[in-house]
């Protein structure tokens, strides 16, 4: 996470992306965990007013993962669409915001 700290000390930017790659893989979330926490751990370490967003393989097991993580924002495509879009949006945004609670 080196890296990615010094290209952040020099920037004011409104979020963070932590993408996963391929995007589509639903393993991403779990393998970006470690990354999520450095990142959230760095940006409260500096009090940067900075969003971390994290897209790819964002669903309805993988997002509690991810929030409880350190994620403010999470980006899901196949984890909402083609199907029952509200349905599929209201249980994702509940079980993230479960998750981000606990970590507060």
């Known amino acids: 996470m080196k890296a990615p700290a010094r290209v952040l000390?020099?920037?004011a930017a409104a979020f963070l992306l932590c993408a996963g790659l391929p995007a589509a893989r639903a393993s991403t979330p779990l393998v970006l965990t470690y990354s999520i926490r450095e990142a959230r751990?760095?940006?409260d370490k500096e009090d940067l007013d900075?969003?971390?967003q994290v897209d790819g393989g964002i669903k309805i097991d993988t997002a509690p993962i991810v929030a409880e993580a350190?994620?403010?924002i999470l980006v899901s495509g196949?984890?909402?669409f083609p199907d029952h879009v509200a349905a599929n949006l209201k249980k994702?945004?509940?079980v993230?915001?479960?998750?981000?609670?606990?970590?507060?």
Do not use: P, T
């Open 9 to 11: 000390a020099g920037l």
């Open 41 to 43: 751990a760095y940006l």
């Open 50 to 52: 900075v969003e971390l």
């Open 70 to 72: 350190g994620a403010d």
């Open 78 to 80: 196949s984890g909402i």
């Open 92 to 94: 994702l945004r509940e």
């Open 96 to 104: 993230a915001e479960r998750s981000a609670h606990r970590r507060s």
